[in-house]
Nanobody, 127 residues
Framework: QVQLVESGGGLVQAGGSLRLSCAAS????????MGWFRQAPGKEREFVAA????????YYADSVKGRFTISRDNAKNTVYLQMNSLKPEDTAVYYC????????????????????WGQGTQVTVSS
């Protein structure tokens, strides 16, 4: 059974920080690009950040650039999203995902590029 499990969400005041984790089990994801997406109530799921399988390429949505950092620890089969200077508009359910492609040194921005998804973790930023 392949699983991605997110953790680290919670309630934080504006300006605060959280680190989300995405632990993979059932298989290794070190050969896949990883991404983070989020979905706010009443809105579509949107891209947040992505990292190529080698780690040489990363990409961020303009709304989080300079505040969020995606990283991965292949030894732990875990991907992280460090979120700093959080704003109320960052409130959403955050999902991690693993790409369909393997050994592709690209990052992927579209939901359709990802095959495995976690169940999501809630992040709430109060003003």
């Amino acid at each position: 059974q392949v699983q991605l499990v997110e953790s680290g969400g919670g309630l934080v005041q504006a300006g605060g920080s959280l680190r989300l984790s995405c632990a993979a089990s059932g298989r290794t994801f070190s050969n896949r690009a990883m991404g983070w997406f989020r979905q706010a109530p009443g809105k579509e799921r949107e891209f947040v950040a992505a990292r190529s399988w080698s780690g040489s390429r990363t990409y961020y949505a303009d709304s989080v650039k300079g505040r969020f950092t995606i990283s991965r620890d292949n030894a732990k089969n875990t991907v992280y999203l460090q979120m700093n200077s959080l704003k109320p508009e960052d409130t959403a359910v955050y999902y991690c995902a693993a790409s369909t492609a393997v050994y592709s040194d690209s990052y992927f921005l579209n939901l359709s590029d990802y095959y495995y998804w976690g169940q999501g973790t809630q992040v709430t930023v109060s003003s």
